[in-house]
T-cell receptor, first 109, second 117 residues
Framework: GQNIDQPTEMTATEGAIVQINCTYQ??????LFWYQQHAGEAPTFLSY??LDGLEEKGRFSSFLSRSKGYSYLLLKELQMKDSASYLC??????????WGAGTKLIIKP | GAVVSQHPSRVICKSGTSVKIECRSL??????MFWYRQFPKKSLMLMAT?????????EQGVEKDKFLINHASLTLSTLTVTSAHPEDSSFYIC?????????????FGPGTRLLVL
């Protein structure tokens, strides 16, 4: 079956670094997405990885290992506004997104 | 950038009534639109995939007679929740894939929160 696993909740301190892990199992693979979702809002796109390695985009970076079925989202210099849920989603061979349940990130001052 | 709108953003209705939610791609033509629902603190669940001019493909367990999807043009898809019940209360989100874009790219609407009393 298809499955995405990510931690339910994480807590970090303002200004620090946090890594949110995601493992996936899909029928075929066409990339791994990370989305940010604030309460009551739709997800907003953060990153897309289809090749192994690290993609850096400002304070956010995303890593993918296809052989391990593993990805992480790295957030640096955390700000209070980064408090949100972070959704990991893998795209299968039919170009359908398989979603994780999301990781709620709590930032403390 | 590509923008997708949803209307209404929030709706409250009585049990037994029908509710229509619109999803529009504002600056691109969308051959494919996706409808998701999300319960509090849960993942997005794909309900159906609609292609312009053809019948929607529903995911297993989603009642097609209850959740009517129409994708009559390249910029508009509608989801009608028929005879809504309190258990249909949820956050409904659409996304759209551009006819000129990569298959990996979906643009999300802002979502519609439905509360059935």
């Amino acid at each position: 079956g298809q499955n995405i696993d990510q931690p339910t909740e994480m807590t970090a301190t303002e200004g620090a670094i946090v890594q949110i892990n995601c493992t996936y199992q899909t029928s075929g693979f066409n990339g791994l997405f990370w989305y940010q979702q604030h309460a009551g809002e739709a997800p907003t796109f953060l990153s897309y990885n289809v090749l192994d390695g690290l993609e850096e985009k400002g304070r956010f970076s995303s890593f993918l290992s296809r052989s391990k079925g593993y990805s992480y989202l790295l957030l640096k210099e955390l700000q209070m506004k980064d408090s949100a849920s972070y959704l990991c989603a893998a795209m299968d061979s039919n170009y359908q997104l398989i979603w994780g349940a999301g990781t709620k990130l709590i930032i403390k001052p | 950038g590509a923008v997708v709108s949803q209307h209404p953003s929030r709706v409250i209705c009585k049990s037994g009534t029908s509710v229509k939610i619109e999803c529009r791609s504002l600056d691109f033509q969308a051959t494919t639109m996706f409808w998701y629902r999300q319960f509090p603190k849960k993942s997005l669940m794909l309900m159906a995939t609609s292609n312009e001019g053809s019948k929607a493909t529903y995911e297993q367990g989603v009642e097609k007679d209850k959740f009517l999807i129409n994708h009559a043009s390249l910029t508009l898809s509608t989801l009608t929740v028929t005879s809504a019940h309190p258990e249909d209360s949820s956050f409904y989100i659409c996304s759209a894939r551009s006819q000129d874009g990569a298959l990996e790219t979906q643009y999300f609407g802002p979502g519609t929160r439905l509360l059935v009393l």
